[in-house]
């Protein structure tokens, strides 16, 4: 790409797109997940080849060749991404391949760090249209997801604004106008509140309906919810309504893209892509809920533990999951204080723990015959606990051991990435811990090791 007539990115030009783009994009860290053959992996040999392909050596291994249909798992390539089987890479092979097809829009940059980047982030957003229209009607969501972008830097009488828009594909509409372009007036600051209202568009862009968005009355079996529960409601009724693809503009600014998937036993309507803070994060449930599979849990513990922490994520208050092995009871009750220990009958010394803990016993309905597990509470219930400050701490099948506690035996040199990070990573000797950050990052450690983030 050093001139018009480059065939390829420059080997400065790809590796800056993987590293500072689709491995924070997958939430990966940048040693080990770039491999490359160092003695092919030249600006030379790229001109040279007569194209390039990202292709699927399994499901967590990409490899860019140089050629269109490799013949081989073996044959010479040009770098691999490898997330060591935590994560799956459908998604990234689509922006990688649609990067490449359109690489033409990047002319000439001179080296220009700032147009590569720019660049790269249209080519990216382009590629993340690509793959939820399955290339239908890519360039359609793109003018939409930048007309909402455009909606979170500004104002409309001094008040931010937020949208919540649905896409219907294959409705034909009379007397049709688009939507996507009323965007661009003042006039469609008020017409669709997140929490109340939504707007229903068809594939063509066209206005097809406004929504109340009532309570969802419809309880349709076949179909499974993973989206932060502030927004289930909103995602469900414009589901009910016949959308696939929905979009939701948030008054901080932040844009949630919720997507229909078909799966062999039900369909999922989750939460798949996010835009905060400007960087895109990749929701994918499937890549935490295999994660926790390897480690012994059932896919019903492993959903709850994972839109327990989306529902978290999407407060921006942060929180703390530990879930310990059994083994470990005895010892995780040492650093826990009494007066929050759920597992032993105490009364705490002050006034306001004392409620604390009436008040949490009363949530979980504790010493009935209906005592809440972490899996069966309530998820509305379990997010307000989970708010609390300090970590709350499960045992595998869902007895909750303790709520809102500060952990103890912590050094001063331990806490130096922070006092939730530093629990994190003393609770994680004792099992899984999950940490949940005030800006949306999720973090699972295992034995004081990070080995899974969003």
Not at 165 to 188: P, Q, R, T
Request: charged share 30%.
């Amino acid at each position: 790409m050093e001139n018009e007539s480059s065939n390829f990115f420059t080997e400065n030009e790809l590796r800056y797109l993987i590293i500072n783009f689709i491995l924070p994009f997958l939430s990966l860290e940048k040693e080990m997940q770039l491999n490359k053959k160092s003695e092919f992996f030249d600006d030379t040999r790229i001109k040279e080849a007569e194209s390039l392909i990202f292709y699927d050596i399994d499901e967590n291994v990409i490899r860019c060749f140089p050629s269109k249909t490799p013949k081989s798992d073996n044959e010479e390539f040009f770098f691999e991404i490898n997330t060591n089987e935590n994560k799956k890479l459908k998604v990234v092979r689509e922006i990688l391949t649609h990067i490449l097809e359109n690489k033409n829009i990047i002319i000439n940059s001179n080296n220009n760090e700032d147009f590569i980047k720019i660049s790269f982030q249209y080519l990216i957003e382009k590629g993340i249209c690509s793959w939820l229209t399955r290339r239908k009607y890519n360039d359609l969501v793109y003018k939409l997801i930048s007309k909402l972008k455009d909606w979170s830097m500004k104002t409309y009488e001094g008040n931010k604004v937020s949208f919540i828009i649905g896409i219907k594909e294959e409705i034909k509409v009379e007397d049709a106008f688009n939507f996507i372009d009323f965007l661009e007036s003042n006039y469609s600051a008020t017409i669709s509140n997140a929490n109340i209202s939504g707007i229903i568009i068809n594939d063509k862009g066209h206005f097809v309906s406004h929504e109340i968005l009532d309570d969802p009355e419809n309880d349709d079996n076949q179909i499974q919810y993973i989206v932060p529960s502030r927004y289930f409601n909103v995602a469900k009724s414009l589901y009910n309504k016949g959308c696939n693809l929905i979009f939701l503009l948030k008054e901080n600014g932040e844009i949630l893209i919720f997507k229909v998937e078909e799966k062999k036993e039900k369909k999922e309507l989750k939460l798949v892509l996010a835009l905060r803070n400007n960087l895109w994060k990749n929701y994918d449930a499937i890549n935490f809920q295999t994660f926790m599979y390897k480690k012994g849990y059932e896919s019903v513990e492993a959903n709850s533990i994972y839109t327990a922490a989306l529902d978290v994520a999407f407060e921006n208050t942060g929180g703390l999951i530990s879930i310990c092995d059994d083994d470990k009871l005895d010892e995780i009750e040492k650093i826990i204080a009494s007066d929050d220990n759920l597992i032993i009958d105490s009364i705490p010394k002050t006034e306001e723990k004392q409620m604390k803990r009436k008040f949490i016993e009363k949530i979980i309905e504790k010493s009935t015959t209906d005592e809440k597990t972490f899996y069966t509470l309530n998820r509305y219930a379990r997010l307000e606990i989970l708010n609390m400050d300090g970590a709350s701490i499960i045992n595998k099948n869902g007895k909750f051991i303790s709520i809102a506690t500060i952990v103890k035996e912590i050094e001063p040199g331990e806490a130096i990435g922070g006092g939730r990070t530093a629990a994190t990573i003393k609770l994680s000797s004792y099992g899984i811990a999950i940490k949940i950050s005030t800006d949306g990052g999720i973090l699972l450690y295992k034995d004081g090791k990070n080995e899974f983030c969003i």
